[in-house]
């Protein structure tokens, strides 16, 4: 994931991408080979070079190097695609470590798995492709479906699809429909488990993982997410990351854009609004979340403590002041979406 302190969901468009080129002996499309075997060039793949100054550390770049080993009816899939679709929190990394792109090779035609790609041979239609960079890639739904049987273990499978939803390209119904035409395919089993965990409203990969811990760690109540909490006379306090209405427990994940000075003087201020409204708070940054035993049972100590006020005694509520604009649901974002896509075509044609 990328360690940017300003978290946004939807990756900026990528930009000077340069795809790799084979030996030419003329040395005009392409290196030749005593120039490919100096220090000026780099190889990305068998008989594949870029300049050496070209960032392969750029996601984008990384696939487009790969992608030029499929045949013209071959598709990259998985985070790569994703990337590609400009869902920011897949980035191709597992710690320090890059992840291989995944690459569904064209019929008959076949790729060498190494530590930069890896091949499914599982079946593509050609609905399911769009390009995106000059590159054939699959569509959002596809890309994380394959995305959530490739990862190792629940919680980054359900954080991929969090982080799918929050770059608003696909929404839990329409994974549940993907998933139930593919039920028999491998590890779709795991996909179904996902989608009970998964959480269209997460804004970040710290407020999944922080949920994740609510859920399966501390074994609390689902918490309603990203919740607007208001005054009784209508005035909005604050939207907090995680909610137990139940209990009147407010969840906050902190991430570094948190701690520094302004917002963190901002973020004080809010948890201090919630407690005078009666509101008990729990508050967790990135260590936190890696030690899942201790936040969870912070969790729990401090839900005990809460009020678990009867509704007519709270001096808060859920439901906003007449005149509040209802947000739209991320299916109504995409059917949008989807319309003004098929209007530019039909234009186009």
């Known amino acids: 994931m990328p360690?940017?302190?300003?978290?946004?969901?939807?990756?900026?468009?990528?930009?000077?991408?340069?795809r790799p080129v084979p030996v030419d002996p003329a040395g005009i499309i392409g290196p030749t080979k005593a120039q490919?075997?100096?220090?000026?060039?780099?190889r990305t793949s068998v008989a594949h070079y870029?300049?050496?100054?070209?960032d392969g550390s750029l996601p984008e770049q990384r696939v487009l190097e790969q992608s030029v080993r499929l045949s013209p009816d071959g598709t990259v899939t998985g985070w790569a695609a994703l990337r590609l679709l400009r869902a920011a929190y897949f980035d191709g990394m597992l710690g320090i470590t890059r992840r291989p792109v995944l690459l569904i090779p064209g019929p008959g035609h076949r790729i060498r798995h190494n530590s930069d790609a890896r091949c499914s041979r599982e079946p593509l239609s050609a609905g399911e492709v769009v390009y995106r960079h000059g590159i054939r890639c699959a569509v959002a739904r596809r890309a994380l479906f394959d995305e959530m049987r490739c990862v190792g273990s629940?919680?980054?499978?359900?954080?991929?699809f969090d982080m799918a939803a929050a770059a608003g390209l696909v929404s839990l119904?329409?994974?549940?429909?993907?998933?139930?035409?593919?039920?028999?395919?491998?590890?779709?089993?795991?996909?179904?488990v996902v989608l009970r965990?998964?959480?269209?409203?997460?804004?970040?990969?710290?407020?999944?993982?922080?949920?994740?811990?609510?859920?399966?760690?501390?074994?609390?109540p689902r918490p309603l997410v990203n919740q607007e909490i208001f005054t009784l006379e209508g005035r909005l306090v604050g939207v907090a990351d995680l909610f137990?209405?139940?209990?009147?427990?407010?969840?906050?994940?902190?991430?570094?854009?948190?701690?520094?000075?302004?917002?963190?003087?901002?973020?004080?201020?809010?948890?201090?609004?919630?407690?005078?409204?009666?509101?008990?708070?729990?508050?967790?940054?990135?260590?936190?979340?890696?030690?899942?035993?201790?936040?969870?049972?912070?969790?729990?100590?401090?839900?005990?403590?809460?009020?678990?006020?009867?509704?007519?005694?709270?001096?808060?509520?859920?439901?906003?002041?007449?005149?509040?604009?209802r947000e739209q649901s991320l299916d109504e974002r995409l059917f949008l979406l989807e319309m003004a896509q098929q209007m530019y075509r039909d234009h186009g044609a």
């Open 3 to 18: 360690s940017s302190p300003h978290w946004d969901p939807v990756a900026p468009v990528a930009r000077a991408l340069v």
């Open 36 to 42: 490919a075997a100096g220090s000026q060039w780099r």
């Open 50 to 54: 870029v300049p050496v100054e070209v």
């Open 154 to 160: 629940l919680r980054e499978a359900v954080i991929a």
């Open 173 to 192: 119904e329409q994974m549940r429909t993907y998933l139930a035409e593919r039920s028999s395919w491998r590890r779709a089993e795991q996909v179904g």
């Open 197 to 220: 965990h998964a959480d269209e409203r997460s804004r970040s990969p710290g407020e999944s993982r922080m949920r994740l811990v609510w859920e399966l760690d501390a074994g609390l």
């Open 244 to 325: 137990d209405p139940v209990a009147g427990l407010v969840g906050e994940y902190d991430g570094s854009d948190h701690l520094r000075v302004l917002r963190r003087s901002r973020d004080m201020c809010r948890e201090e609004a919630f407690r005078r409204l009666g509101l008990e708070y729990v508050g967790a940054v990135g260590p936190d979340v890696r030690d899942a035993i201790r936040l969870a049972g912070r969790m729990r100590s401090t839900r005990s403590r809460a009020l678990f006020a009867a509704e007519d005694d709270r001096r808060w509520t859920i439901e906003p002041p007449p005149g509040w604009p």
